[in-house]
C-alpha cells in the first residue's frame, strides 16, 4: 500500500442535492454506532435457564457493568446490512487492487467449507474422528506441490506475511544447523513492505536491491552485492511492477553460489499458476496467498491463508504441524510434536494446524478449475491486464516499456502539469463506480498506479472501465483539477481527514463522545 | 470453465489490440527452461456438482462434534452461533471487499472496526484494541514482543498455565532474537509462584485465566509483583466467554491483554481461521502490532472512520515496523462482533453463566464416577479431571462409542508420564444434561 497519498481534508466544493431531514439519501443510510443505539434490555438471543447450582468462580465474579449496547435482532439485522452497503465489493464491480488479486470468489467454496463435517470438529479431536480433515490437508499440500513443482509444504501459516516468516525461520534454521551466522537479507527496493518487516523479525539486517531501468532486479548490483554474509534473497516474481524477472535463475545462481537461500514472495503465483513452476526457477521457499491466487475471500482483512512451500534442502526444517499418511493403508496422522529423526522444524507458527476454512475453499477452487483451468486463468489474468496496458498507454504514462504479467504499472508522468495526483484519479475512480487500483505502490515508480483486473474480468467489463479510465484522464488533461480534488461526489463518504485521526487517535467509542454530541 | 468470462473470440480480439500474435507471447519473459508446454500432472477441470460430491464424502469421514455429545475445548469451544451471523458475514459487501484502503467505499468494514474494538476493550477492561490478530497463540507471541520494546527488556516469563500452542508460538517468535524466555514447569495444580521469577531483567509476565488446566485465578497480586518490578502484566484469554461472568484481566491490572475469540460467531472448523484480540493501555498504543481504526470526518463534516496510526505498520515502516502482520482476521472480527452484538450486556452475562453452571453440574456429576477426580476448585467451564488410567487411551474408547470425551492432556505435552492420566473437559451451552449423563457412564465403564 501507500505512503504518499495519506490525504488531509480535499478542499472541492460540497456535493450537490438537497438535504433531507434524516440525514439518509433514498438507499444511502448511515447507521448509528451500536453504542448508540443502546436500548438496556434489550437481547438479541434467547438462552435457556440451565442448571441451578451455586458459582464456582473462586470469588472472582465481575462487579461493575461491561458497558455493551442491548439491540434485539432486526436491530442487528438492520445495522449490519447498512453498514454492508456502505462497502464497496467485488460481487459490485471491478476491484483492479494491483499485488492484491481481488477475483471472484466462488460460493461453492464457502457452501463445502460450511459442511458440518469440516466446520464443525474440534481441532484436538481423536486423529480416528477427523480422517477426511487431515486427507484433504495432505490433497491440498499434494496439489500446491505439484504446482510449484517444491517437494514439500507447510500448511499453518495464516497469511502471506506469516508465511514470509515460516519461510525466512526455515531459512534460518538451516543456516543455524550447519553452524553459519549469516546477517544479511537482501530484498529488492520494489517489494513488499511486509518482506523488510520479516526479514527483520528473524533478526536480519535488510539491504535493497536496486531496480534496473527495466523494473527488475539489477542483475550487475545483485552479484556484487551477494557474499558470506548474505542468508536470503526475498523476491517476488513476477513482481510487484508486473514484469517476469527474465534473470531469475541467475539470481537464483548467483544466491546458491554464496550458499544463501532464494525465498520467492508468491503474492503474484496467479499471473503463472499453470504455465511455470517456482521449482523449477530454483527457488528455496515460497509462500502462496490462498486469499489471492486461490479465490478464498479477502473478507475486508483477512483471514488469509499463506502455505510455504520449500526445496529439499529446506524441508528439514518446515514447521508443526504437519501432516502425513500412514504405510498400509493406515490413513493420516498429524504430527504435532517435534520428532526425533531426521527433520529438524524450527517450531511451531500457529495455535492448532492453520486455516482449515482457506484450505477447504482453496481445494474446492482448485479442483473446479482442475489443471487446464488453472492454467487458462494464470492465461487470462494476463491477457486481461494487457489489454488495460495497450488501452491505455496512448493516455496514460506505463512505467516500463513492453508486455507486463498480471497488472499494469502506470507512473504519474502523465499528469504532470495538470496540478492532479494519483490520489485524485483513484477517487474520481470512486465516482464511476469502479474500486482505485493500487496507487503509490511499488516505491519505485513516482505516483504508482497499479492496475490489476484478474482473470474474472469480461471484455465488456474491461472496456467499461478502460473508457472510464480514459474519461477520467482526459478530464484531468483539460484543467479540471477542482473537479479532482473534490472527488469523490457519490460515496457514502467524502475524503476523510487522516491526518486528524493521527493526531488525535479516537480509537473507540466512548460515552462522553455521545453526551458531548447531544 | 465457469469462473471465466473470456470468450475465444474475446481473446483473440484483445490479443490483436494487444498486438501480439498468442498467449505465449506474454509469456516470453519466462526463460525456456521454465516454462511448461503441457498441463500439470492434477486432475482436470469439474463441475460443481462434481466437486460437491468428492469433498462431501471427505467430509462425511469426520465426526462432526454437534453430531455427538462433546466435552472438547482446550483453547477451541463450541458455541452456539445465532443464525444471523452467518447471513450477515456472507453479504457480499462484507466477504468479498479488501482492506480498507479507501475508506470512502469502505465505511462498512471501517466503523465494524470500530466497535469491534470497542468490545474488545470493553470485555478485557482495557483501553484500547487493535483490528485483530490472526488468532489467540500469534496475538500472545506478539505481545511478548511488545512488552520487551515497551520496557527495553528481554526476558519474558511464561506460566505452566498458558497454553501450550500459545507458548511454542511465543517460543518460535523469539528464537532468532535476543529475547528469552523464563517457562514454568506445566502447572495443574495451580501453585506455581510466578512472582518469585520476576527479576529487573523482566519485560513482561504472561499468565492465562482461565489457565491451560481450566484454573481461574485472582492476578493483582502478580499485576502488583509485575509493577513494582517495572514489567508488564499480559493475561490471556483463550475462553472470551468466560469475561462474561469473571472479573476482566484489566480490572485486575493487565497491561495487555490477549485472547482467542473463536468462541463468538466463528465455528471449531478443525483449528482456523480464528481471530486473535489484542488490547493494551492508551500509553502503549505506539508499540502495538496490527491494524487500528480510528474516528474522523470527511470534507463535509460528516463523522467517518480511517485505518490510523499506519507509521507503526510495515507497508509505511518496512524492517523498523512493530510486526510485519498485514492481512489479519477481518471476517471473523466481523463474525464476532456481530454475535457480540446479538448478545449485548444481558446476553454475554447470561450466556457465561448458563456456561458455568453447565460445566459445574457436569463437574460435580463426573466427581461421583470411580476412578475420577475433579482437580479444579475454581474454574469457568473447563477443569482438568485425574483418571484413574491415561487419559488418551479412555478418550480414544470413548471416541469408539460415539463420544468426544473431551482432550488428554498428553495430546499437548508429549513425554510427561506425570500428565499422562490428565483429562481436560469444558461444558458449554450447547451440552444438555443428558450428554453429561452419557459422559459420566462411559467414563465409568471405561474405568472399571
Same mark, same amino acid.
Given at each position: 500500500m501507500l505512503n504518499e497519498g495519506r490525504q488531509t481534508r480535499g478542499t472541492g466544493t460540497a456535493a450537490e442535492g438537497p438535504d433531507t431531514w434524516t440525514g439518509a439519501r433514498a438507499l444511502d443510510q448511515d447507521t448509528p454506532l451500536i453504542f448508540e443505539q443502546d436500548s438496556p434490555g434489550a437481547c438479541g438471543v434467547d438462552l435457556p435457564d440451565g442448571p441451578d447450582v451455586a458459582n464456582r468462580l473462586g470469588g472472582l465474579e465481575r462487579k461493575g457493568a461491561i458497558g455493551l449496547p442491548g439491540l434485539a435482532e432486526p436491530e442487528v439485522m438492520r445495522h449490519y446490512v447498512r453498514l454492508s452497503r456502505q462497502n464497496y465489493a467485488i460481487d459490485i464491480g471491478v476491484y483492479p487492487l494491483g499485488s492484491c488479486t481481488m477475483k471472484h470468489n466462488p460460493r461453492l467454496n464457502e457452501k463445502v467449507a460450511r459442511m458440518p463435517g469440516f466446520s464443525d470438529i474440534h481441532p484436538l479431536q481423536p486423529e480416528s474422528t477427523v480422517q477426511g480433515a487431515l486427507e484433504l490437508m495432505d490433497r491440498l499440500g499434494h496439489w500446491l506441490k505439484t504446482l510449484t513443482g517444491m517437494p514439500a509444504v507447510a500448511l499453518s501459516p495464516a497469511a502471506g506475511a506469516h508465511g514470509e516468516l515460516c519461510g525466512l525461520m526455515a531459512i534460518r534454521a538451516a543456516h543455524e544447523a550447519r553452524g553459519d551466522a549469516r546477517k544479511v537479507v537482501l530484498v529488492p527496493e520494489s517489494a513488499h513492505g511486509t518482506n523488510p518487516a520479516t526479514a527483520a523479525m528473524c533478526g536480519y539486517a535488510v539491504k535493497s536491491i536496486p531496480a534496473d531501468e527495466t523494473g527488475r532486479v539489477d542483475l550487475a548490483a545483485l552479484e556484487a552485492m551477494v557474499d558470506e554474509d548474505v542468508a536470503a534473497i526475498m523476491l517476488t516474481n513476477p513482481n510487484t511492477c508486473g514484469l517476469f524477472e527474465r534473470d531469475i535463475i541467475r539470481v537464483a545462481e548467483a544466491v546458491h553460489g554464496v550458499g544463501a537461500y532464494f525465498y520467492c514472495d %508468491?503474492?503474484?503465483?496467479n499471473a503463472i499458476v499453470g504455465r511455470v513452476r517456482p521449482g523449477d526457477l530454483g527457488i528455496d521457499a515460497m509462500h502462496i496467498n490462498l486469499h489471492k491466487t486461490f479465490s478464498t475471500p479477502h473478507g475486508g482483512g483477512g483471514p488469509g491463508s499463506g502455505p510455504v512451500v520449500f526445496s529439499d534442502a529446506l524441508a528439514p526444517f518446515a514447521p508443526i504441524p504437519y501432516v502425513i499418511e500412514r504405510k498400509d493403508g493406515d490413513g493420516f496422522h498429524l504430527v504435532e510434536h517435534v520428532p526425533d529423526s531426521e527433520v529438524q522444524p524450527f517450531g511451531r507458527m500457529k495455535g492448532f494446524h492453520g486455516q482449515m476454512g482457506m484450505f477447504t475453499r482453496a481445494l474446492a477452487y482448485m479442483m473446479s478449475h482442475g489443471s487446464d483451468g488453472l492454467r487458462q486463468v494464470a492465461e487470462d489474468a494476463v491477457l486481461n491486464a494487457n489489454y488495460v496496458r495497450a488501452s491505455l498507454a496512448d493516455v496514460m504514462s506505463q512505467a516500463f516499456d513492453g508486455p507486463c504479467m498480471h497488472e499494469a504499472l502506470f507512473d504519474d508522468s502523465f499528469l504532470k502539469g495538470t496540478g492532479v495526483s494519483t490520489l485524485d484519479i483513484a477517487k474520481a475512480m470512486i465516482d464511476e463506480g469502479f474500486h482505485p487500483m493500487? $496507487?503509490?505502490?511499488?516505491? =519505485? =515508480?513516482? %505516483?504508482a498506479l497499479l492496475i490489476e483486473p484478474t482473470e474474472t474480468e469480461s471484455k465488456d467489463g474491461l472496456d467499461r472501465f478502460i473508457g472510464a479510465m480514459r474519461h477520467i484522464v482526459e478530464r484531468a488533461k483539460s484543467g479540471d483539477a477542482e473537479h479532482f480534488a473534490g472527488a469523490p461526489y457519490y460515496a457514502p463518504r467524502r475524503r476523510l481527514d487522516e491526518t486528524l485521526a493521527a493526531r488525535k487517535p479516537i480509537l473507540r467509542f466512548e460515552p462522553a463522545m455521545q453526551d458531548a454530541a447531544e | 470453465m465457469r469462473y471465466l468470462p473470456l470468450t475465444p473470440e474475446d481473446r483473440r480480439q484483445m490479443l490483436a489490440r494487444v498486438g501480439v500474435s498468442s498467449i505465449d507471447d506474454l509469456f516470453e519473459d519466462v526463460p525456456a527452461a521454465a516454462r511448461l508446454d503441457g498441463l500439470v500432472d492434477l486432475p482436470l477441470h469439474q463441475g460443481e456438482l462434481a466437486v460437491e460430491r468428492e469433498l462431501g464424502a471427505l467430509a462425511a469421514r469426520n465426526v462432526a462434534a454437534g453430531s455427538v455429545p462433546s466435552f472438547l475445548g482446550a483453547g477451541a469451544y463450541r458455541h452456539h452461533v445465532p443464525a444471523t451471523v452467518d447471513h450477515l458475514i456472507q453479504r457480499s459487501e462484507f466477504l468479498t471487499a479488501y482492506t480498507p484502503y479507501q475508506p470512502e467505499v469502505s465505511q462498512g468494514t471501517l466503523q465494524m472496526l470500530f466497535e469491534f474494538q470497542t468490545q474488545v476493550a470493553l470485555i478485557t477492561g482495557m483501553e484500547v484494541a487493535n483490528a485483530s490478530m490472526y488468532d489467540g497463540a500469534t496475538a500472545c507471541a506478539e505481545a511478548a514482543l511488545m512488552a520487551c520494546r515497551l520496557t527495553r527488556r528481554e526476558k519474558v516469563v511464561l506460566s505452566g498455565g498458558l497454553h501450550p500452542h500459545y507458548r511454542d508460538v511465543t517460543k518460535t517468535s523469539v528464537k532468532f532474537g535476543s529475547v528469552h524466555l523464563d517457562i514454568a514447569e506445566p502447572d495443574p495444580d495451580g501453585a506455581e509462584d510466578l512472582a518469585a521469577r520476576i527479576d529487573g531483567e523482566t519485560a513482561c509476565v504472561i499468565v492465562q485465566n482461565p489457565s491451560f488446566f481450566g484454573r481461574l485465578k485472582d492476578l493483582r497480586a502478580l499485576a502488583d509483583a509485575c509493577h513494582a518490578a517495572g514489567a508488564l502484566l499480559v493475561v490471556v484469554v483463550t475462553e472470551v466467554v468466560s469475561l462474561g461472568l469473571v472479573a476482566s484481566p484489566g480490572e485486575m491490572g493487565a497491561d495487555i491483554v490477549v485472547a482467542e475469540g473463536q468462541s463468538l460467531g466463528v465455528p471449531l472448523g478443525f483449528g482456523g481461521p480464528y481471530v486473535g484480540l489484542f488490547a493494551c493501555r492508551q500509553k502503549h498504543v505506539r508499540q502495538m502490532p496490527g491494524r487500528l481504526c480510528g474516528e474522523t470526518v470527511d470534507q463535509d463534516g460528516r463523522r467517518g472512520y480511517v485505518l490510523t496510526l499506519s507509521t507503526r505498520e510495515q507497508h509505511i515502516r518496512r524492517e523498523k515496523a512493530t510486526s510485519n502482520i498485514c492481512t489479519n482476521a477481518g471476517l471473523c472480527a466481523l463474525a464476532f462482533s456481530i454475535h457480540m452484538t446479538l448478545l449485548g450486556e444481558a446476553g454475554l452475562t447470561e450466556l457465561a453463566s448458563l456456561n458455568h453452571r453447565t460445566a459445574v453440574a457436569l463437574a460435580d456429576r463426573l466427581a461421583r =464416577?470411580? %476412578?475420577?477426580? =475433579? $482437580?479444579?476448585d475454581a474454574f469457568f467451564n473447563e477443569f482438568t479431571l485425574r483418571l484413574a488410567k491415561p487419559a488418551a487411551q479412555v478418550v480414544e474408547t470413548l471416541a469408539g462409542k460415539g463420544i468426544l470425551a473431551g482432550v488428554p492432556v498428553s495430546r499437548l505435552y508429549a513425554n510427561r508420564p506425570a500428565l499422562e492420566n490428565l483429562l481436560l473437559v469444558a461444558a458449554t451451552e450447547c451440552n444438555t444434561e443428558a450428554d453429561g449423563d452419557r459422559l459420566a457412564s462411559a467414563l465409568e465403564e471405561a474405568l472399571r
Open positions: %508468491g503474492a503474484n503465483f493500487t $496507487m503509490y505502490f511499488p516505491l =519505485v =515508480v513516482h %505516483g | =464416577v470411580p %476412578g475420577v477426580e =475433579v $482437580m479444579a
